[in-house]
């Protein structure tokens, strides 16, 4: 990681611990490990600092002169938290991953592989040119496509791409490790409303998005402890808490969402900890679905169906 942008999280991420005057965070910076070259924080280049990391990051260092020139984040005026938030992840975690020698003390997960087309995506992106795509669907099916990409989203480890098909005007989301080629074309996407990733996947538990589906209210049981882990984790920002039983032994939750395949599967992942209460075509969704896992074990015959998301493609 670049030396400056390491100097930038670290800064933000002790600020976003507790408010300290200039002082105190001089002598940090002089004891932390991050400090690589052990040099000095000055007066001016923490200013520098203060002042890049407003302008590149859209995080803002305030100064309150009242309580003795004391320096603390400001809320950004970006819409950019959860993207500092992902810089402070991993900016820890290789911090971590340098720091601790026996990396056998750490495990983490797989990072995506996926990442052969990213440079390329986001530069088409960011200049609004169309791609042609060569893509095979989970089905083994292949298609060509050409699209103006949108954005990309990083779900459970695996990097997709959202782009508007030129053909028919289709939403498109793309597993980017399922792209067979990449071009980028020539031809500039027309200038039209920005669609964000927060406004299209709204109603959405994860990637899959169903134009033939509606949200809707869903009402669920869970039981000690597994809402525990529920609130820890929400299921969507939609999320909260309608009910207790009074006694510890279960919660009810409201949310707003479409009841898309990958959501019903994140439902079955609370195992019996967890009910669907409403709506009773949810509901009665389930209780088939459980059913037909219940014949699929008894007689090891498939059950299982067809689950398709927006399209096929994901």
């Known amino acids: 990681m670049d ?60 100064c309150n002169k009242k309580a003795g020139n004391v320096y603390y984040i400001k809320e950004s005026i970006y819409d950019n938290a959860n993207v500092v938030d992902w810089l402070l992840s991993s900016f820890r975690i290789s911090e971590m991953a340098q720091r601790v020698r026996q990396h056998d003390k750490i495990m983490l997960e797989n990072p995506p592989q996926d990442t052969l087309y990213m440079n390329q995506l986001l530069d088409c992106i960011d200049e609004n040119r169309y791609v042609r795509v060569s893509y095979k669907n989970a089905y083994g099916v292949e298609s060509t496509f050409i699209l103006a990409p949108l954005f990309v989203r990083l779900f459970r480890q695996r990097w997709y791409l959202i782009g508007r098909d ?21 031809v500039k996407v027309r200038k039209e409303k920005t669609l964000t ?20 209210h ?23 808490m309608v009910k207790d039983s009074g006694d510890g032994e279960y919660r009810e939750y409201e949310l707003y969402v479409q009841p898309t395949f990958d959501f019903k599967q994140e439902l079955l992942k609370n ?7 409403e709506p009773q075509s949810l509901r009665n969704e389930m209780i088939a679905i459980l059913k037909d896992m219940l014949k699929g074990y008894e007689t090891g015959e498939d059950y299982s169906g067809e689950g398709k998301g927006y399209d096929a493609d994901a």
């Open 3 to 62: 030396g400056r942008l390491r100097a930038y999280l670290w800064l933000i991420d002790i600020l976003r611990q507790k408010r300290m005057m200039l002082a105190e965070i001089k002598q940090r910076w002089s004891a932390s490990s991050y400090n690589v070259d052990h040099g000095e924080l000055t007066d001016r280049t923490f200013h520098r600092y203060r002042e890049n990391i407003a302008t590149e990051l859209g995080v803002y260092i305030e």
């Open 166 to 186: 030129k053909k028919n005007g289709d939403i498109r989301i793309l597993a980017v490790n399922r792209l067979l080629e990449f071009e980028k074309l020539d």
């Open 197 to 216: 990733p927060d406004e299209f996947f709204a109603d959405c538990f994860g990637i899959m998005k169903d134009p033939r589906k509606k949200a809707e």
């Open 218 to 240: 869903i009402r669920l049981r869970a039981f000690w402890p597994q809402y525990v882990f529920l609130e820890e984790t929400p299921l969507h920002h939609s999320q909260r």
């Open 271 to 277: 195992s019996r900890a967890l009910i669907v209460l």
